[in-house]
């Protein structure tokens, strides 16, 4: 049977295809990522000026300079992460970062930090720049003051904004738009969380680690059931047979005072899934689709990416995509599409 047309034909008419942007978390992902239809791939380096510092992740120099060519001889980009914000007195961290990225020859250098992004501009002026979504960048003001002073020619928006929002957006502002479309919900303001910081004395916005795994620790009692810690905290309790996710403060169940019965504080475990909102999101002007993921398997970044590819290809020729197969990657089995589509998702 033939496939249905859900999209218009005039979709791929009026609008280029956007950019596939994929997570690679090692050169073994980064492959998986090229092979399964990225267009471009972001990953970081060995070091705390990527906001995905775990231990076993990342690209040494070496592995990243042996990488690219893979990439680039299969028609994919590769984007340097340079997104944790700089710290006194290690700023030249930061700097050399860019030097590497320029060095190199990326596609792009993903910065945050005011200070990381004058450097490039300055120092490298020919080095194309993507804001990241760590610098919290959501108003037409704000965009249009990072393009004007170092050249920006793309923001990763906050996943706070819902279509219509990025759509108006769009109208203001002289460079190109890249949305999160599936993984990571990310909670509060992007770029602006402390909690981790305030357990375990490491930032996720300045060392680029978010519950690390040293600090991880698991009980299990008489009856089975095991209690998941965070340094000192205890961020959630499992029933024998419930399935334990891995302790992050922001996704943990507490109890309070006001409340008898242990609850998701700040967010449950959940996954962002924009994949019935994608002809939304190109007609809104969106420009490249990301998906995140730089700490998962190589198995789920296959997975994921060539279900997405194989959507976008499907929509920009008017037919439906297939995206069933994606809830069993989600975070406990569950989606949303948080704020793309209403103010009132929490």
């Given at each position: 049977?033939s496939?249905q047309k859900?999209?218009?034909?005039e979709?791929?008419?009026?609008?280029?295809?956007?950019?596939?942007?994929?997570?690679?978390?090692?050169?073994a992902a980064?492959?998986?990522?090229?092979?399964?239809?990225?267009?471009?791939?972001?990953?970081?380096?060995?070091?705390?000026?990527?906001?995905?510092?775990f231990?076993?992740?990342?690209?040494?120099?070496?592995?990243l300079?042996?990488?690219?060519p893979?990439?680039?001889?299969?028609?994919?980009?590769?984007?340097?992460?340079?997104?944790?914000?700089?710290?006194?007195?290690g700023?030249a961290m930061?700097?050399?970062a860019?030097?590497i990225?320029a060095r190199?020859?990326?596609?792009?250098?993903?910065?945050a930090d005011?200070?990381v992004?004058q450097?490039?501009?300055e120092?490298?002026p020919?080095l194309?720049?993507?804001?990241?979504v760590?610098a919290?960048?959501?108003?037409?003001?704000?965009?249009?003051?990072?393009c004007q002073?170092?050249g920006?020619?793309?923001v990763?928006?906050?996943?706070?904004?819902?279509v219509?929002?990025i759509?108006?957006?769009?109208r203001e502002?002289?460079?190109e738009?890249?949305?999160?479309v599936?993984?990571?919900?990310?909670?509060m303001?992007?770029g602006?969380?402390?909690?981790?910081?305030?357990v375990?004395?490491?930032s996720?916005n300045m060392d680029?680690?978010?519950?690390?795994?040293?600090e991880?620790?698991?009980a299990e009692?008489?009856k089975?059931?095991?209690?998941?810690?965070?340094?000192?905290y205890?961020i959630?309790?499992?029933?024998k047979?419930?399935?334990?996710?891995?302790?992050?403060?922001c996704?943990g169940?507490?109890?309070?005072?006001?409340?008898k019965e242990?609850?998701?504080a700040?967010?449950?475990?959940?996954?962002?899934?924009?994949s019935?909102?994608?002809?939304?999101?190109?007609?809104?002007?969106?420009t490249a689709?990301k998906?995140?993921?730089r700490?998962?398997?190589?198995s789920?970044?296959?997975?994921?990416?060539?279900?997405y590819r194989?959507?976008?290809?499907?929509?920009?020729?008017?037919?439906?995509?297939d995206?069933?197969?994606?809830i069993s990657?989600?975070?406990?089995?569950k989606q949303?599409?948080?704020a793309f589509?209403?103010?009132?998702w929490?």
């Amino acid at each position: 049977m033939s496939a249905q047309k859900s999209a218009p034909h005039e979709l791929d008419k009026a609008f280029a295809a956007p950019e596939l942007v994929c997570p690679a978390g090692t050169p073994a992902a980064l492959r998986a990522a090229v092979d399964a239809g990225a267009d471009a791939v972001y990953c970081g380096l060995t070091n705390a000026t990527n906001a995905r510092n775990f231990p076993g992740l990342n690209f040494s120099v070496q592995a990243l300079e042996a990488s690219i060519p893979y990439a680039r001889e299969r028609g994919t980009k590769v984007l340097l992460a340079v997104n944790s914000f700089a710290t006194a007195p290690g700023s030249a961290m930061w700097r050399e970062a860019v030097d590497i990225g320029a060095r190199l020859k990326v596609d792009a250098i993903i910065v945050a930090d005011i200070g990381v992004a004058q450097y490039a501009s300055e120092t490298h002026p020919d080095l194309r720049l993507h804001l990241s979504v760590q610098a919290g960048a959501s108003s037409p003001e704000a965009i249009r003051f990072y393009c004007q002073e170092f050249g920006v020619k793309r923001v990763v928006l906050p996943r706070i904004l819902t279509v219509p929002e990025i759509s108006a957006i769009h109208r203001e502002i002289p460079c190109e738009i890249e949305a999160f479309v599936f993984g990571n919900i990310g909670m509060m303001s992007e770029g602006r969380c402390s909690l981790t910081n305030y357990v375990t004395g490491l930032s996720t916005n300045m060392d680029g680690i978010c519950s690390p795994a040293s600090e991880v620790k698991y009980a299990e009692d008489e009856k089975g059931n095991l209690s998941a810690k965070l340094g000192n905290y205890e961020i959630d309790c499992f029933e024998k047979g419930e399935s334990a996710g891995y302790p992050t403060i922001c996704k943990g169940r507490y109890l309070t005072p006001a409340r008898k019965e242990a609850y998701y504080a700040f967010e449950e475990p959940i996954s962002l899934n924009l994949s019935s909102l994608l002809p939304e999101l190109i007609k809104a002007g969106v420009t490249a689709f990301k998906i995140e993921g730089r700490q998962r398997s190589r198995s789920y970044v296959k997975s994921v990416v060539s279900a997405y590819r194989a959507a976008v290809d499907n929509i920009m020729e008017g037919n439906e995509p297939d995206l069933s197969t994606l809830i069993s990657l989600t975070e406990g089995g569950k989606q949303t599409q948080g704020a793309f589509k209403s103010k009132k998702w929490r």
